[in-house]
């Protein structure tokens, strides 16, 4: 009688976690047709794409007189019901530039907002809950604002937090480490992010 018990048990917990872990929905391949996860990129998306229905411009990122990338942003005026998240953190109000080459490949994404909460443990938390990351520890540089860095075997996320008066401001960055230094001048293209640690230093152990 236990023993039929305890099978039980152990089938229905296989059965809710199967539909824990198969309930994610999958990110849409059009911005605006469901919620976009930055956090669930896989860098296969194209921003001709992704942004085919979308009022958005773009700004070249220059090398000499052609352009090595490209900054693509969403007008989010003219396209407020476009929900973009960092996994359970909406996003969508906040400024986020998609990177791209000038082929529309994805090179990675910022996101950049000011706001009076404290939100750091919970991006933190977005990020911890992911596997596969591993947190480089970062010195801390007097004066300049707290950086936060993971890394994946094919991404790096990076926060930067700072305060200025009442407020907290906030940069996100997510590449895809296909195009990580030196093979590739992020710190171009993810200008003032310092992506590539030319200012910060990971800590020694």
């Given at each position: ?5 305890v099978?039980?048990?152990?089938l ?41 229905q979308t ?16 900054n ?23 400024r986020?530039e ?24 919970q ?16 010195d ?25 008066e ?36 990971r800590?020694?152990?």
């Amino acid at each position: 009688m236990k023993t039929s018990l305890v099978v039980r048990v152990v089938l229905i917990l296989c059965v809710l976690l199967s539909f824990s872990f198969g309930s994610h929905a999958a990110n849409p391949t059009i911005l605006g047709q469901a919620n976009f996860d930055l956090m669930e990129m896989d860098f296969s998306e194209r921003m001709d794409t992704l942004l085919g229905q979308t009022d958005h411009y773009r700004v070249a990122i220059p090398d000499g007189p052609a352009a090595m990338a490209y900054n693509f942003i969403v007008r989010r005026k003219q396209d407020r019901d476009i929900r973009v998240s960092f996994g359970r953190l909406d996003v969508s109000r906040y400024r986020y530039e998609f990177k791209a080459t000038p082929g529309h490949d994805l090179i990675g994404v910022a996101i950049s907002f000011v706001t009076s909460q404290d939100l750091r443990a919970q991006v933190v938390g977005e990020i911890d809950r992911h596997p596969g990351y591993r947190k480089v520890p970062i010195d801390p540089m007097p004066g300049y604002p707290s950086l936060y860095r993971w890394e994946s075997k094919d991404r790096i996320i990076q926060l930067a937090f700072a305060t200025h008066e009442k407020d907290n401001v906030y940069s996100i960055a997510i590449v895809d480490r296909r195009y990580d230094c030196p093979a590739f001048p992020l710190e171009r293209v993810f200008v003032g992010e310092d992506i590539c640690l030319k200012t910060y230093a990971r800590a020694r152990r």
